[in-house]
């Protein structure tokens, strides 16, 4: 009866969490017991609201749960949803029995949107603290040790007048001569796992240890939102997922959490093989077998001079920005999978492709600004702010547009749910059907009543959150794969010949090319390829939160104190820190998949109460090593509640497109000397990729991966037929 329980939930709480308005609704005045208990029953219903969710979204992901007295009750439920609130539906009868108790955010209500901002006392106190620290080199409130802005390091690494123009932009990336994450790993060595970034007013405590890590997207998740990360994304995202506050945040990943079920994923592997097989194509067009490229010769000798090169069109000579490549081939594929909308950008670059490129840039610039120059008064009238809001108006635009049309053939709820499965069963017999977009649906599903500026927000942030992500494990897994040092040739064999051998059992059962999930799942050393592609290259390499109330982090070792945070302070999650910690991981430089084929236990300078990784504790229906296998010391997809929604699509796509390549070609980097070209750049405390390295949200190449791309001889199995 655990199912019927299930059903039945979303028309009642169970009776012990039934919470009386007036008893719940004192907010933040922490005074007393009875505030205690409160807030105790409110975090009660919170962690009940969880739960449910995850129930909700796996009680029927099986075909065998779909029979009788429970499935029934379930499938009524889903029917009566559709009833409005004002005939009577649900919602009536839920909102008669619940209280609504006052959100944990109240307080901030008002105060910004759609983060929270602190109040002025609150940012008066960070700033004294900072001051004191500086001017009378007290020791800071917060405990934390401060790291000092080397500007003369950072004056020496990027050149006077890169300096000069990063200071009166605010560039962050340039204030520190290089990659933010680059310079706090250089800091984390030197003074240990929790730490304080001051630029001046500004100032963020960094973390970079598992149980820190733990604490704050899982265990006290609740007392922190996305900060400064909203700011800066509001414009563009709105109420998406990724800012929103934790009142949306709630609302909202009801709904679209389940929207990513199994069979929905499932279904979208035929789109994975279909964009796949344009690029392969593209690729041996660029790239013909036997010549008709560039000679080795005319290659550009330096990593400097394929700057120019790129910008003369050098794709068209026979190499190809691989990097490049695969972000048009993911935005394609986010635009059909999301909503329906083929951007064909593999092939062509449209003014709505260059816009969603430029309003990324635009995105990444800001998420690394040091003053948030586009609030400046007069700001708006700056030529690169004038083209933003044009691209953002058309991008917009044409989001509105699919919303609109999706909301005029809005399809019955059963129809939605059997899609999935009609999609299954059409694939075993060969017929073509018609893939369910997300926002279908979403606007099916219409969770909370959602509005159409509501959906294009999700569009937005699923577009944002989606496409520069796995275009960014891809390319730095190949580059590392693809090495020309040599130091990952015998992965790649490994990785080839499980390939070969799949692609020979789908021959073997006369499934031609077509993946299935279980192909998927049988190549498990392409996902552990991927999987350490986003160790050593998280994306993004930083989480960002904000501390919504004073709060005490744990210690990273027995004898180090607490670092105490005031209300309103800026923290920064150093995934690529983290990730490479020579305490949690063996030689963390080194690419090898096969690290997360044994179990690492902690050593002597292990932080405190950090666990290990073992392999044993990967659940079986997990495509990667999971942060709980790690206890927190990996976080591909982030963690807790605001881990990503996206993680299985993204691992299907990238598992999809990554054994389908090293199938099919022998990749090269194009220089014509890669062994005296290639040095890695030193000066941050530890090395830059030798194709150079640059972040936004994401980790970019500074050039681009340019390789050449070689069809393998002979084929291990017959070409992906490109489509018509
Ligand atoms: C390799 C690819 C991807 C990586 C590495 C990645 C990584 C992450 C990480 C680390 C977070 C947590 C951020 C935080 O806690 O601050 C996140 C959140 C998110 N991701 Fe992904 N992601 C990927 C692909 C995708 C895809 C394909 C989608 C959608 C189709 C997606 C949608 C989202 C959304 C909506 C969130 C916000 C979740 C929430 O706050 O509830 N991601 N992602």
Same mark, same amino acid.
């Given at each position: 009866?655990?199912?019927?329980?299930?059903?039945?939930? *979303?028309?009642?709480?169970?009776?012990?969490?039934?919470?009386?308005?007036?008893?719940?609704?004192?907010?933040?005045?922490?005074?007393?017991?009875?505030?205690?208990?409160?807030?105790?029953?409110?975090?009660?219903?919170?962690?009940?609201?969880?739960?449910?969710?995850?129930?909700?979204?796996?009680?029927?992901?099986?075909?065998?749960?779909?029979?009788?007295?429970?499935?029934?009750?379930?499938?009524?439920?889903?029917?009566?949803?559709?009833?409005?609130?004002?005939?009577?539906?649900?919602?009536?009868?839920?909102?008669?029995?619940?209280?609504?108790?006052?959100?944990?955010?109240?307080?901030?209500?008002?105060?910004?949107?759609?983060?929270?901002?602190?109040? *002025?006392?609150?940012?008066?106190?960070?700033?004294?603290?900072?001051?004191?620290? !500086?001017?009378?080199?007290?020791?800071?409130?917060?405990?934390?040790?401060?790291? $000092?802005?080397?500007?003369?390091?950072?004056?020496?690494?990027?050149?006077? *007048?890169?300096?000069?123009?990063?200071?009166?932009?605010?560039?962050?990336?340039?204030?520190?001569?290089?990659?933010?994450?680059?310079?706090?790993?250089?800091? =984390?060595?030197?003074? $240990?796992?929790?730490?304080?970034?001051?630029?001046?007013?500004?100032?963020?405590?960094?973390?970079? #240890?598992?149980?820190?890590?733990?604490?704050?997207?899982?265990?006290?998740?609740?007392?922190?939102?996305?900060?400064?990360?909203?700011?800066?994304?509001?414009?563009?995202?709105?109420?998406?997922?990724?800012?929103? #506050?934790?009142?949306?945040?709630?609302?909202?990943?009801?709904?679209?959490?389940?929207?990513?079920?199994?069979?929905?994923?499932?279904?979208?592997?035929?789109?994975?093989?279909?964009?796949?097989?344009?690029?392969?194509?593209?690729?041996?067009?660029?790239?013909?077998?036997?010549?008709?490229?560039?000679?080795?010769?005319?290659?550009?000798?330096?990593?400097?001079?394929?700057?120019?090169?790129?910008?003369?069109?050098?794709?068209?000579?026979?190499?190809?920005?691989?990097?490049?490549?695969?972000?048009?081939?993911?935005?394609?594929?986010?635009?059909?999978?999301? !909503? #329906?909308?083929?951007?064909?950008?593999?092939?062509?670059?449209?003014?709505?492709v260059r816009a969603v490129y430029r309003c990324l840039v635009e995105a990444e610039r800001r998420?690394?600004?040091?003053?948030?120059?586009?609030?400046?008064?007069?700001?708006?009238?700056?030529?690169?702010?004038?083209?933003?809001?044009?691209?953002?108006?058309?991008?917009? $635009?044409?989001?509105?547009?699919?919303?609109?049309?999706?909301?005029?053939?809005?399809?019955?709820?059963?129809?939605?749910?059997?899609?999935?499965?009609?999609?299954?069963?059409?694939?075993?017999?060969?017929?073509?059907?018609?893939?369910?977009?997300?926002?279908?649906?979403?606007?099916?599903?219409?969770?909370?009543?959602?509005?159409?500026?509501?959906?294009?927000?999700?569009?937005?942030?699923?577009?944002?959150? $989606? =496409?520069?992500?796995?275009?960014?494990?891809?390319?730095?897994?190949?580059?590392?794969? !693809?090495?020309?040092?040599?130091?990952?040739? =015998?992965?790649?064999?490994?990785?080839?010949?499980?390939?070969?051998?799949?692609?020979?059992?789908?021959?073997?059962?006369?499934?031609?090319?077509?993946?299935?999930?279980?192909?998927?799942?049988?190549?498990?050393?392409?996902?552990?390829?991927?999987?350490?592609?986003?160790?050593?290259?998280?994306?993004?390499?930083?989480?960002?939160?904000?501390?919504?109330?004073?709060?005490?982090?744990?210690?990273?070792?027995?004898?180090?104190?607490?670092?105490?945070?005031?209300?309103?302070?800026?923290?920064?999650?150093?995934?690529?820190?983290? =990730?490479?910690?020579?305490?949690?991981?063996?030689?963390?430089?080194?690419?090898?998949?096969?690290?997360?084929?044994?179990?690492?236990?902690?050593?002597?300078?292990?932080?405190?109460?950090?666990?290990?990784?073992?392999?044993?504790?990967?659940?079986?229906?997990?495509?990667?090593?999971?942060?709980?296998?790690?206890?927190?010391?990996?976080?591909? !997809?982030?963690?807790?509640?605001?881990?990503?929604?996206?993680?299985?699509?993204?691992?299907?796509?990238?598992?999809?497109?990554?054994?389908?390549?090293?199938?099919?070609?022998?990749?090269?980097?194009?220089?014509?000397?890669?062994?005296?070209?290639?040095?890695?750049?030193?000066?941050?405390?530890?090395?830059?990729?030798?194709?150079?390295?640059?972040?936004?949200?994401?980790?970019?190449?500074?050039?681009?991966?340019?390789?050449?791309?070689?069809?393998?001889?002979?084929?291990?199995?017959?070409?992906?037929?490109?489509?018509?």
């Amino acid at each position: 009866m655990r199912v019927a329980a299930v059903a039945v939930a *979303g028309l009642a709480w169970p009776a012990g969490s039934l919470v009386p308005r007036a008893a719940v609704g004192v907010g933040r005045r922490r005074v007393g017991l009875a505030v205690m208990e409160e807030e105790k029953a409110a975090e009660e219903r919170l962690a009940f609201e969880d739960t449910l969710m995850e129930e909700w979204s796996e009680a029927w992901e099986g075909e065998k749960d779909k029979e009788g007295f429970d499935w029934e009750m379930e499938k009524l439920r889903r029917k009566l949803e559709v009833v409005p609130e004002s005939f009577g539906g649900p919602k009536f009868w839920r909102r008669m029995i619940e209280a609504e108790p006052e959100s944990f955010y109240a307080a901030y209500e008002g105060s910004t949107y759609p983060g929270s901002k602190p109040g *002025g006392l609150d940012s008066f106190r960070i700033l004294f603290n900072n001051l004191l620290q !500086f001017l009378l080199g007290n020791e800071s409130e917060d405990l934390a040790p401060v790291a $000092g802005w080397d500007w003369k390091g950072a004056l020496d690494r990027c050149g006077p *007048g890169a300096f000069g123009k990063a200071l009166v932009s605010g560039d962050l990336q340039g204030l520190v001569g290089g990659p933010l994450f680059l310079l706090l790993t250089k800091y =984390h060595r030197e003074l $240990g796992p929790v730490f304080k970034l001051a630029f001046g007013p500004r100032s963020f405590i960094v973390v970079c #240890d598992p149980a820190i890590a733990r604490y704050i997207l899982r265990d006290n998740s609740v007392n922190y939102d996305k900060g400064i990360l909203a700011e800066i994304l509001a414009p563009v995202l709105g109420k998406g997922l990724i800012p929103a #506050d934790p009142d949306v945040w709630k609302r909202r990943r009801r709904v679209i959490s389940p929207a990513f079920h199994k069979k929905w994923l499932e279904s979208t592997l035929s789109l994975f093989d279909e964009c796949t097989a344009e690029l392969v194509a593209d690729l041996r067009r660029r790239c013909p077998p036997g010549g008709g490229g560039v000679p080795p010769g005319a290659l550009p000798d330096s990593v400097d001079a394929w700057a120019d090169w790129k910008a003369d069109g050098a794709g068209a000579l026979g190499v190809v920005d691989m990097e490049e490549r695969f972000c048009s081939v993911s935005l394609d594929i986010i635009g059909r999978a999301v !909503f #329906d909308y083929d951007f064909d950008s593999t092939h062509t670059e449209s003014p709505l492709v260059r816009a969603v490129y430029r309003c990324l840039v635009e995105a990444e610039r800001r998420t690394t600004a040091f003053i948030p120059f586009w609030l400046l008064p007069g700001a708006h009238l700056l030529p690169s702010q004038v083209a933003f809001r044009r691209d953002l108006d058309l991008l917009e $635009g044409k989001l509105d547009e699919l919303v609109a049309a999706a909301f005029s053939e809005d399809i019955g709820e059963d129809e939605m749910l059997d899609a999935g499965a009609e999609v299954a069963d059409a694939k075993k017999d060969g017929e073509a059907v018609d893939r369910v977009s997300l926002l279908r649906f979403l606007v099916t599903v219409r969770g909370e009543e959602a509005d159409g500026r509501q959906l294009r927000d999700d569009l937005m942030t699923m577009l944002v959150a $989606g =496409h520069e992500t796995t275009a960014a494990l891809l390319t730095w897994t190949l580059y590392e794969l !693809f090495h020309p040092s040599g130091r990952s040739s =015998h992965h790649l064999e490994r990785l080839r010949s499980e390939v070969d051998g799949n692609y020979a059992a789908r021959a073997a059962e006369g499934r031609g090319t077509a993946t299935a999930y279980e192909d998927v799942v049988a190549c498990a050393f392409a996902r552990l390829c991927l999987s350490e592609g986003l160790r050593l290259y998280p994306q993004p390499p930083l989480l960002i939160r904000r501390a919504l109330d004073s709060d005490e982090l744990p210690a990273p070792y027995p004898s180090a104190a607490r670092v105490k945070l005031a209300r309103g302070t800026d923290l920064f999650l150093s995934t690529w820190s983290l =990730h490479k910690n020579p305490a949690l991981w063996d030689e963390p430089e080194t690419f090898d998949p096969t690290r997360f084929e044994r179990p690492r236990r902690p050593g002597p300078d292990a932080p405190a109460g950090w666990r290990g990784f073992d392999p044993a504790k990967i659940p079986a229906q997990a495509l990667y090593p999971t942060e709980q296998s790690a206890d927190y010391a990996y976080l591909p !997809f982030g963690a807790g509640g605001r881990r990503c929604v996206g993680d299985q699509f993204a691992m299907l796509e990238a598992t999809v497109m990554l054994a389908t390549l090293v199938n099919e070609f022998d990749f090269a980097f194009a220089l014509r000397d890669p062994k005296n070209n290639l040095t890695p750049k030193e000066g941050l405390g530890c090395p830059v990729a030798d194709v150079g390295m640059q972040t936004g949200a994401t980790i970019h190449t500074e050039n681009g991966l340019w390789m050449t791309a070689t069809p393998r001889a002979p084929p291990a199995h017959p070409p992906p037929i490109p489509p018509e």
